[in-house]
């Protein structure tokens, strides 16, 4: 799946994911492809990006999440 997490002054990651992990405010979602389409809020803690061997963690304060079967949108501070 397609990947893109924004901040308001920068891209921190654009690109393919195998797996990602967000702090939802209702506990842990783990993104897979082909996830259901879903909006949800994100509060503090960290996104795990996973793709071939490779990880990613970034710590964010709060956030948004639009996922859906082909692509997550994440917008975070």
């Given at each position: 799946m397609r990947l893109y997490i924004y901040k308001l002054d920068k891209t921190l990651y654009e690109g393919d994911a195998d797996v990602v992990s967000l702090p939802a405010e209702d506990g842990e979602i783990a993104?897979?492809?082909h996830h259901a389409p879903i909006v949800t809020s994100l509060?503090?803690?960290?996104?795990?990006?996973?793709?071939?061997?490779d990880k990613k963690v970034f710590s964010i304060e709060s956030g948004f999440a639009e996922i859906n079967q082909e692509q997550t949108i994440l917008l975070v501070k």
């Open positions: 993104v897979l492809p509060k503090k803690g960290t996104i795990s990006v996973k793709n071939d061997s």
